[in-house]
């Protein structure tokens, strides 16, 4: 009997090594079927003496689980084998490496601004952000721009509700709207930066967009004077670009600071018909002064208690600055050959 099965498992295994599909299946009938080999060979073990049942019992177990893995594993290397063949059929090699996804990467933009929100939360400021669809209230009257003042113009204002009876909308001109929020939000004292994107009806040019990045700084507090806002810009400028730069300040007209300047950078690009400083020599930056108590006064604070100053950098021309981008119309290009070029800085 043993040997009648080891001969049952040898035949049967030759034969399902060189079965195809169709035979698989007579198979499995012919030799585990209820009329199939090991299923008489089984009904001949009463007829063994009592003490070779059990050995003879444990030999036949195990040609059965030989012969259904040997079934089940030629039928896995047929359909296998099948699909193979269907996919070079339709021209494709499933062994090629996949065409995966480029990495991505933070726009230089974006890594500017977690730069600077990383240095000021470390210097106690919080991160306060406004919404881009602002009310004519915060973004110029809170801010000591009068409805007839030609600063509504300069920055041509993208309005998006303007009709008689309806508080107009507009998209922001500027983060400095942020300053009344913060203040009416946090009141005094405070020290914030308030990144965001800005919107302007603007002639594009190497250095100009309709949509652009600005961060607003704003600290108000007892006591505070031109000498902090100073110290606060050339921290900034230190940390962005890990080495003094060369600056200048000089008066600038904003009616919502008292005095204010203008802090510009010296040009990187400069050579004959520099077209990113126009062949001054100098990028405009960073204006900044101190909040002019109307601002205070507007947003609840006490301008006899408190004093503060503020400032816009301009992100999109620090990003410019920081990685030698000549032409501010990159960045929203979309375009990978430019943003490829920047995992390495400006990556996480
Ligand atoms: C303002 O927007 C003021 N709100 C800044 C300010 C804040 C002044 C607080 C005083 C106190 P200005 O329009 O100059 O200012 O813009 C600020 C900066 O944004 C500029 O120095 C420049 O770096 C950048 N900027 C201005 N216009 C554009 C533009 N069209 N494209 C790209 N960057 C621009």
Not at 100 to 122: I, K
Request: hydrophobic content about 40%.
């Amino acid at each position: 009997m043993r040997d009648r099965l080891e001969e049952l498992r040898r035949r049967a295994l030759e034969r399902i090594a060189d079965a195809d599909a169709g035979a698989l299946d007579e198979l499995h009938g012919a030799l585990l079927g209820r009329s199939g080999e090991l299923t008489a060979l089984l009904r001949g073990l009463g007829g063994l003496p009592a003490e070779e049942r059990p050995l003879v019992g444990r030999l036949a177990n195990e040609v059965k689980s030989a012969i259904q893995e040997a079934l089940e594993a030629r039928r896995d290397e047929l359909r296998r084998a099948a699909l193979e063949a269907d996919l070079a059929g339709a021209g494709l090699d499933p062994t090629l490496p996949g065409a995966g996804r480029p990495p991505g990467a933070a726009h230089p933009v974006l890594a500017v601004a977690r730069e600077l929100q990383d240095l000021f939360r470390s210097l106690g400021f919080v991160v306060w952000e406004g919404p881009e669809v602002e009310t004519e209230e915060h973004n110029f009257d809170a801010l000591n721009i009068p409805p007839d003042h030609p600063a509504r113009d300069v920055q041509d204002t993208i309005w998006l509700v303007d009709e008689p009876g309806r508080p107009r909308l507009c998209l922001r001109t500027h983060t400095s709207p942020v300053q009344v929020r913060a203040l009416r939000e946090l009141g005094a004292p405070l020290q914030v930066v308030a990144p965001g994107r800005v919107f302007r009806q603007e002639a594009q040019d190497a250095t100009h967009e309709h949509s652009f990045h600005q961060m607003e700084g704003l600290v108000v507090d007892r006591g505070i004077g031109v000498p902090h806002m100073l110290h606060a810009m050339s921290v900034l400028l230190e940390h962005v670009f890990g080495r003094r730069i060369e600056t200048r300040l000089r008066p600038g007209f904003f009616p919502f600071v008292e005095p204010g300047f203008e802090l510009d950078a010296r040009c990187p690009f400069c050579r004959a018909g520099c077209r990113v400083c126009k062949g001054s020599c100098w990028v405009e930056l960073m204006p900044g002064g101190l909040v002019h108590p109307h601002v205070l006064e507007a947003a609840g604070v006490d301008s006899e208690e408190y004093s503060g100053f503020a400032f816009g950098l301009g992100l999109s021309r620090i990003a410019m600055l920081k990685w030698g981008i000549d032409d501010i119309r990159w960045m929203m290009s979309g375009d990978l050959r430019f943003l490829g070029q920047f995992p390495a800085q400006a990556g996480r």
